[in-house]
């Protein structure tokens, strides 16, 4: 979810970006930094939704699993010692 800009403290930050890709964008637009930082909001989103989206996929991975044990039980159930 991209963060409203009016109200974040912001800060200066140094990059390290090609030159002559920065002269190219800036045909493009008056103000990189907000550019820069749209595009960063939409990439940190992304990378969220991502990691949401494997996280789910875990947790039905792992699900299944436990259902699978609980049915069958589990190959090392017959070696415990104990």
């Not at 970006?17 to 909001?41: H, P, R």
């Not at 991502?50 to 436990?66: G, H, K, M």
């Not at 069958?72 to 159930?77: E, L, N, P, Q, Y």
Request: net charge negative; hydrophobic share 45%; proline share 2%.
């Amino acid at each position: 979810m991209p963060v409203a800009t009016a109200s974040v403290r912001k800060r200066p930050v140094n990059l390290t970006l090609n030159e002559g890709l920065v002269a190219q964008a800036k045909t493009y637009t008056s103000n990189l930094s907000a550019t820069m930082e749209a595009l960063l909001s939409e990439f940190v989103a992304q990378q969220q939704q991502a990691q949401r989206s494997r996280q789910q996929l875990a947790d039905v991975c792992v699900a299944d699993w436990n259902q699978v044990a609980a049915a069958c039980g589990s190959f090392a159930d017959e070696h415990i010692n104990l």
